[in-house]
């Protein structure tokens, strides 16, 4: 009932603000890099290279991202992992 499912003119359905869809890493914004596929999102954060210095926040952001990335890389057919539970 509260919902419009009409794309919005502005934001070209990304839901976000124009504002925030101003911002650019790289050849991205925000709404791009959602719509990519992961292993080509992956590809790109592994490969992306940011003038330095990077400040600490911006060097912290890039690890967690591209740990995040190297997650979900497919795993060879038959491969395991472990979870460990903690109590």
Not at 1 to 12: F, G, L, M, N, W
Not at 64 to 79: D, F, Q, T
């Amino acid at each position: 009932k509260y919902r419009s499912y009409t794309e919005c003119a502005d934001c070209c359905g990304a839901r976000l603000k124009p504002e925030a869809l101003l911002w650019r890493v790289g050849p991205y914004n925000i709404h791009e890099l959602m719509l990519l596929p992961v292993a080509r999102c992956r590809d790109f954060f592994q490969a992306l290279q940011l003038p330095q210095p990077l400040d600490e926040a911006s060097d912290l952001l890039l690890g967690e991202i591209r740990r995040a990335a190297k997650c979900s890389e497919p795993r060879p057919p038959g491969s395991t992992f472990a979870v460990s539970a903690h109590h």
